[in-house]
C-alpha cells in the first residue's frame, strides 16, 4: 500500500516558509512525497508548481512539480511585511492539513512558520502558537514538545512561560504527563522499544542534596521510582550541565529537561540547522523546522532550508514506522 504524502501548510506568506518549501522540494523530490496546502500566488516561483485537486495527486506530480493544494488568501505575498488580510488563510492552510490528516489523506504535517502577531492582528488568533492550535484542532488537552535531530532529542516539560514561573507550574502531574507522552510518542512514532528517558534536574547540581533546592528531593526523585517500578526506562534527575557531553547522549534517546532553555540551548548549540519540532501526543504526526519567518531575510533567496528538509524527512519516518512500511 503507497503510504499517503506529507500535508506542508504555507505557514506566513511574509516570512521564508514558501522559499523553503521551493528549496525543499528539490532536495527531496526523489525520496518522499509532499504537498503545499497554499496560496500559489505567493510561491517565489524559483521552483515548478503545480495544482492538484485531491492529495493523491501528488505522487505523479511530485518528481517534476512542488504538487499545491491551492487555498486561496486574501491579501499578497510582501517579503518581510505581513499582511493581516493573509492571516484568515494561514490558520485555514493549518485547520485543512489536520482534517487531512484525520481523514488519513495525509501521513503526516508538517507546518511551515507562522506569525502570531500577525494571526492576532488579522484573525484574533486566541492561541500562544502552532502547538496549542493543534491540539485544539485535535481535541487533546496534553501534548509535548521535542526537539530533534540525529545528535539529541530534548523534552522542555514547562514551555513559554517566564523563568521565575518554572517552580509553581513545574507539578508531578505535568512531569508525569509529559514523561508518559514522551515514552509512548517514542514507541509508536519512533519505533523505540524499551526508550530510554534521561530527566534533569531543576536546579543546578540537581539540588545537590537539598542544599540547592527541594524540588528534586520531594517531587521529581519519589515520581521516577513510582513510573520506574511500572517499567519505563527513567533515570536521573541529573544535573543539566553534565547531561549533553558525548559520552552522556550515548546513554538516552531522549532528555527532558524542566524549562525552555534548559532544553533547547544544547541542541541548537549542537545542531542549530537540523533541529527540528515534533509534537507528540496528537492523534497525527506533525513535525516543523526549528525556526521563525525570518522576516529580515524573506525574499533574498538566501534561508536555509535544511530543518524543514530534516522536519519532512523525520515526519516520512515516523509515518513509516508508524504504519509499519
Not at 505575498?77 to 484525520?102: E, F, S
Not at 524540588?215 to 547531561?243: C, F, H, W
Request: aromatic residues 4%.
Amino acid at each position: 500500500m503507497t503510504q499517503a504524502p506529507i500535508a506542508l501548510s504555507a505557514g506566513e506568506p511574509a516570512g521564508i516558509g514558501l522559499e523553503i518549501a521551493e528549496k525543499a522540494w528539490h532536495a527531496l523530490r526523489q525520496d518522499l512525497t509532499f504537498f503545499l496546502v497554499g496560496d500559489p500566488r505567493h510561491l517565489p516561483g524559483h521552483a515548478p508548481h503545480q495544482v492538484i485537486g485531491d492529495p493523491s495527486e501528488a505522487q505523479s506530480v511530485m518528481p517534476q512539480a512542488l504538487p499545491v493544494l491551492p487555498l486561496a488568501f486574501e491579501g499578497d505575498a510582501t517579503p518581510g511585511r505581513p499582511d493581516p488580510d493573509n492571516a484568515a488563510g494561514v490558520i485555514d492552510a493549518i485547520a485543512c492539513c489536520v482534517t487531512l490528516a484525520l481523514e488519513s489523506q495525509a501521513s503526516a504535517i508538517c507546518t511551515a512558520p507562522i506569525h502570531k502577531k500577525a494571526l492576532k492582528d488579522g484573525a484574533n488568533f486566541a492561541f500562544p502558537g502552532h502547538t496549542e492550535f493543534l491540539a485544539h484542532l485535535a481535541g487533546v488537552k496534553r501534548v509535548v514538545m521535542m526537539l530533534a535531530s540525529d545528535r539529541l532529542r530534548v523534552v522542555p516539560t514547562t514551555i513559554h512561560i517566564p523563568l521565575r514561573d518554572v517552580p509553581a507550574s513545574l507539578t508531578e502531574e505535568l512531569l508525569e504527563t509529559t514523561l508518559r507522552i514522551t515514552a509512548k510518542g517514542l514507541k509508536d512514532q519512533f519505533g523505540l522499544t524499551n526508550p530510554r528517558i534521561a530527566v534533569a534536574g531543576l536546579n543546578p547540581h540537581a539540588g545537590e542534596g537539598g542544599a540547592m533546592g527541594q524540588e528534586e528531593l520531594e517531587m521529581i526523585v519519589p515520581l521516577l521510582k513510582r513510573l520506574s517500578a511500572e517499567g519505563m526506562n527513567l533515570s536521573g534527575p541529573y544535573p543539566a550541565d553534565t547531561m549533553f557531553h558525548d559520552a552522556a547522549r550515548a546513554r538516552y534517546d531522549v532528555a527532558v529537561c524542566m524549562y525552555h532553555d534548559q532544553a533547547l540551548i544544547p541542541i541548537k548549540t549542537l545542531d542549530f540547522d537540523n533541529g527540528v519540532n515534533v509534537t507528540l501526543g496528537l492523534p497525527f504526526i506533525r513535525t516543523s523546522p526549528d525556526h521563525g519567518t525570518a522576516f529580515d531575510i524573506a525574499g533574498t533567496g538566501t534561508a536555509n532550508p535544511s530543518s524543514l528538509i530534516e522536519a519532512l524527512r523525520i515526519a516520512d519516518r515516523m509515518a513509516r514506522t508508524r504504519s509499519g512500511t
